[in-house]
C-alpha cells in the first residue's frame, strides 16, 4: 500500500471497542440471572487478556476452550485475540481422544473447560503434550475434577493490567483454529484471519438484518465455526446476546417467551425442536431465523412461518467461516405457493455481499450449465474462505487445487444463478446440525477385532436430519453383536458419531480399482424401502 | 499476507456484479419514465468501461464527470473504476476556471459534461491541458454547445468489446479524486481508495439502514464526496436509486408521492425546502432521511418527525469519504422531550462502525476532557480517511501530522462519548450543503482593483443555513459600490460563493503576529444584533 494511505488493520476486536464506548451500560450478555453491560463485557476481555499475558501467553500462541454457550466463551472471542494469541473452540461433544488430538495439534499452552465438561477431560490427565495449565470454568456449580486454577483465580491474574489496544498489526493474523471432523480421519485446524472474521461479520449484520434492538437467541455452538461469527456481529451491532447453557425446547422457548429474542440461528434441527415443542406458540413480533447445516424441508419452512418466524437460509462450511452464501430472498416469491417458495427457500442461493461469486465447476475447473440439472463442484474464492490448515500445507494444497478452495459438495446452478446441493461428494453426515465423517466412523468400526471392513451412509432421521448406518462385513469365523458394535463405537469415538443401525453383509460394492461404491449402498437402501435416500 | 491465504481486492465494483446477478430483473435506477434494471446498468457500465478502453483510457488516467445526479453519473462510478481509471465528479455549480483548474490538475484525459452545463464549459475551448476528448451527455434535450462526441456515440465505440472482470488488482489504487474547495486557496483532489470506498459503503448501508427494498431518492449531488458513497452502496444492497436532475421542492415531492421512496440523504437545506413545500404531507411509511453538512436543528428534526421522517445525522468531510461519525441513536431519548431529543441528534456523535475511534484532541494530540465544554480539534485515521490529495505530498503531510487527519473542526467531547462541533477551524461556509471557503472569496474580492484587504465570515441564512457577508478595507482614495463588488464575484468564483453582504471598514482585526481575528469579527455581527452568530 502507498505510504501515504491512512491504514487500519480489520479486526473484530473493533467492534467491542466501540459498542462499549457507544451502549456502556446497555446489556450485552444475558445468561440466567446474569447481566452484563458492554462495558463490563469490554472490561471482562480486557482483564482475560492481561491475565493471559501474565500467564505467559504470547502473540501467536493458541489457547483452547472447551465450554458451552456460557458468557465465559463469548468474552473468549475477544479476549483471546486481544492478547494476540489464537482462539481454538473445540467440539464440547468430542471424546476425550479426540480433544486430546485438537490440543496436541494445535500446541494449546492453556485450555479452559466448563467443569459439567470435566469428567471427558480425566482421561487426559498428564498427557497433553503443550496444555501447562488447564482452567476450571464454572460450570452450573458443578465441582472441578481436574487440577489447574479455577477461572476466577486465572482472571485475577489480569488485575491491575494496563489497558490493552483493540487492535491487530496484521489483518491476515490468525484469529482462531477451527478443527473439522473433514473426511481423511484426522481432524484439520481452519485458519481464519481478523480480516475474513472481520468481513464475514459485516455481511452477518447485513445478510441476518441485525440492528442495535437486536435480542439474539445463542441456540448455535459458539465452537462450531465459532458460531458463524456471531459473537463479533452482534457485538459490533451493539445488540444483546442471550446464552444458552443447553439448548433444548425449554430453554428456547423459555428464553422466547421471556426475553424479546429478535433472530436466532441453528441447524434446523434446532428449528425442528422449537416448533415441535408442546411450548410452541405464536410469537408477537418478528423473529429471524437463520440456518444452515441442511436444507430447510417445507415442512419446517412452514412451521416456522406459522409461529411468525422468517427464515433466512444460508450455507458454508468450516473452511468458509461458516456462512458463504444465502438464499437471497426474491419479492416475487411472496405470491407463489407455500411449497413453491419453500423449494425456492431450500436452495443454497448466492455469495453473500462480502463473499466472491460462488461457482459450480467441472473437473476441469469450468462452470457447469446453469440449467438446474448438470451437477458439478462448489467452489469458493476470496476473503470468506480460510487461510488454510494449520500445519497442514498438503491438506492445503489439496483443498486449494486450482486457486479455489474446494467443498467437496456438488450442487446444479439453476438459471435464476442460485445453487443448490445435491450431494456431499465427500460423505459426510449432518446430523442435528454436527457433521460426521463417515470414514471416521468406519474407521472405529474396523477397530473391532471382529471386524474386516465397514462403509457408511447417512440416512435419513426426523429428530437429528441423518443418522449413521454401516454396513460391516465380519472376518472369517468371528461373530459380534450389533449392539456390541455400537458400544465400540462409542467408546473411541463421540457418542453422536455412532451408528445407530448395522446391517452384516457378505461384500461391500467396489469399484474394480476397488473403491468404495456408497452410491450403490444408498440404491439398496431406497429399492429395499427402508428409507427414502437421497441421491 | 501469507502465501495461502484466500484474498480478494476490496472493491465496490463487485457490488455491480452482485447484484446484476441476484437482481438482474429488478429496477435499478429510475429517471423520470425511463427504467434500467440491474442486467441493464452492469451491461452498460460494461459498455462505457470498453468504450474508455477503446478511446485510450488506461489504468490509473483520471476521467472527469460535469453532470447532475443522472443515470449517467451513477453508471460512471461503476464503469470508470471498472476500465481501472479513477473518477473526477466536478461539482457543477463551479465557474468555468475553477473547472478547467481541476481538470488541468488531475490531469483527466476526457470529460463527460451534461449538455445544460455547456455554457460553463464555452469559455475553456481549447484551453484544457490534457482532456483530449468532451463527451456531450444529453441533458434534458438541450442541444450540444462543445465540440466532440456524444454520450451515445461515445458509448457505442465499446460494443463487442469483451467483458471486464469487476476487480481491481490491489484495493489500494484510487478509485477517484474528489476537489476540495479546501482553505488554502486552490482545490485539493482528495484521493478515495476501492478499500475506503468499499468499507464506507458497507458502513452506510448499516448506518442508513438500507435493505434490498430500500428506494432511494437522489437528493445528494452525486459530485459531492461521490454521493457520500451511496451510489456503492445503494447498489451492493440491491436498492433502487431514482435520479433526479434538479433538487427542488416540486421534484422530490413528486417523487416522494409517486414512488415509494424509503431513504434520502442530503444537508439540513435539503430537509428544510422539502418540509416547507406546500405539497409537503405526512407519508404513509418511514422514510429515514440521511443528514449532514451542518446540525439539524430542533425545527427542522421536528418538521420530519411530522412528516413520518426518521432522522439520521452523520458527519464528515471530503477527506473521510462524506460520513465519518453518526449520531447513533440510544433507546432512552425516545422518553425525552422534543427539544432535549434534538439537541441529543444535533450532535456529531461517534465513528460509524467501519472507522476507528473519533478524537477530539488539544495541540500536543492528547485527548481533551470529556466534558461537554473543552474544546479541541476532531482528528481521524484508518480506513476511512483519504489515501492524501493528489499530487500535493506538502498539504497531504500538513493535513496528516501527527498521524492523524486533522480535519480542522473544532468540538467539544460529551461524557457519553459523542462530539459536537463548535466551530470550523478552517472557516469553511457550509450554504446549502456545499463548501464555500472563505479565503477564496476574500481572494475573488481582494482580486478588485479598489480593494485593500478582505474578511469573509459566514451568517445565518434562512434557506441556506449560512452565506458569506465580506468586511472590505477598500484602498486609499478608491471607491466601488458593494453590488459591483457582488457581481465581480460572480464572475471569478461561483456564484453560489459571491457574498449576499459587504461591509466596508477602516481596518481588519488582527494579532500582533498579523493574523486576522474572525472571532472579533463575528462577536461584533452578534453585539450588533444583526444576526445569531454561533461561537
Known amino acids: 500500500m502507498p505510504a501515504e494511505v491512512s ?33 463490563e463485557f469490554a472490561a ?62 494445535s500446541g494449546a499452552k492453556l485450555l479452559f473447560v466448563d467443569t459439567e465438561l470435566h469428567p471427558v477431560l480425566e482421561p487426559l490427565a498428564g498427557r497433553l503434550a503443550s496444555v501447562r495449565e488447564i482452567v476450571s470454568v464454572d460450570g452450573a456449580g458443578v465441582a472441578s475434577r481436574v487440577a489447574g486454577p479455577s477461572y476466577a483465580d486465572f482472571l485475577h491474574r489480569g ?51 441485525f440492528t442495535p434492538e ?87 419452512i412452514a412451521q416456522m412461518e406459522k409461529l411468525g418466524a422468517r427464515v433466512v437460509h444460508v450455507y458454508g462450511l468450516t473452511e468458509v467461516y461458516g456462512p458463504y452464501t444465502v438464499c437471497q430472498w426474491q419479492p416475487r416469491w411472496a405470491d407463489e405457493e407455500v411449497a413453491d417458495r419453500a423449494r425456492k427457500l431450500a436452495r443454497q442461493g448466492v455469495a453473500m455481499l462480502i463473499a466472491d461469486p460462488i461457482r459450480v465447476v467441472d473437473e476441469r475447473m469450468c462452470d457447469v450449465p446453469r440449467d438446474g440439472r448438470t451437477i458439478g463442484e462448489v467452489v469458493m474464492h476470496g476473503n470468506n474462505v480460510m487461510a488454510g490448515y494449520f500445519n497442514d500445507p498438503e491438506a492445503t494444497n489439496k483443498a486449494f487445487h486450482g486457486g479455489y478452495f474446494h467443498s467437496g459438495d456438488l450442487a446444479v446452478w439453476h438459471p435464476d444463478g442460485y445453487i443448490e446441493l445435491r450431494d456431499r461428494a465427500k460423505d459426510i453426515i449432518i446430523s442435528g446440525g454436527e457433521n460426521i465423517s463417515t470414514i471416521e466412523v468406519e474407521q472405529a468400526i474396523v477397530g473391532h ?46 457418542r453422536f458419531k455412532a451408528p445407530d443401525f448395522i446391517e452384516f453383509v457378505e461384500e461391500l460394492p467396489k469399484t474394480s480399482t476397488g473403491k468404495l461404491q456408497k452410491f450403490a449402498l444408498r440404491e439398496r437402501e431406497r429399492s429395499a424401502g427402508r428409507h427414502h435416500i437421497k441421491d
Chains 1, 2 share one sequence.
Request: hydrophobic share 45%.
Open 449 to 494: 477385532p471382529a471386524v474386516l471392513e465397514a462403509a457408511v451412509i447417512g440416512v435419513p432421521d426426523d429428530r437429528w436430519g441423518e443418522r449413521p448406518k454401516a454396513f460391516v462385513v465380519l472376518k472369517h469365523d468371528q461373530q459380534v453383536a450389533a449392539q456390541e458394535l455400537i458400544d465400540h463405537c462409542k467408546r473411541v469415538i463421540a
Open 7 to 39: 491504514f487500519t488493520a480489520l479486526t473484530p476486536l473493533s467492534f467491542l471497542e466501540r459498542s462499549a464506548q457507544v451502549y456502556p451500560e446497555k446489556i450485552a450478555i444475558i445468561h440466567g440471572e446474569c447481566r452484563l453491560s458492554y462495558r
Open 44 to 105: 471482562h476481555a480486557q482483564q482475560l487478556a492481561s491475565a493471559l499475558h501474565a500467564s505467559g501467553i504470547a502473540p501467536g500462541d493458541r489457547v483452547a476452550y472447551l465450554c458451552p454457550n456460557i458468557p465465559e466463551m463469548l468474552i473468549a472471542h475477544f479476549a483471546v485475540p486481544l492478547a494476540g494469541a489464537v482462539l481454538v473452540a473445540i467440539n464440547n461433544r468430542l471424546a476425550s481422544e479426540e480433544i486430546r488430538y485438537i490440543c496436541d495439534h
Open 214 to 300: 437486536t435480542v439474539y437467541l445463542w441456540t448455535l455452538p459458539m465452537f462450531h465455526c465459532n458460531g458463524w461469527c456471531m459473537p463479533w456481529a452482534v457485538t459490533g451491532i451493539g445488540a444483546s446476546h442471550i446464552c444458552l447453557r443447553q439448548v433444548r425446547a425449554q430453554t428456547i422457548w423459555d428464553a422466547l417467551t421471556t426475553q424479546a429474542v429478535t433472530h436466532l440461528a441453528g441447524a434446523p434441527t434446532v428449528l425442528s425442536t422449537m416448533a415441535n415443542a408442546p411450548q410452541a406458540q405464536r410469537l408477537g413480533r418478528e423473529l429471524v431465523v437463520t440456518t444452515a447445516g441442511a436444507p430447510p424441508s417445507p415442512t419446517i
Open 159 to 209: 488485575a491491575g493490567e494496563k489497558y490493552l489496544p483493540w487492535k491487530v498489526d496484521d489483518e491476515y493474523r490468525t484469529i482462531c483454529l477451527n478443527y473439522t471432523s473433514g473426511t481423511t480421519g484426522r481432524p484439520k485446524g481452519v485458519m481464519y484471519t481478523h480480516r475474513g472474521a472481520y468481513l464475514n461479520a459485516l455481511g452477518e449484520i447485513i445478510h441476518c438484518t
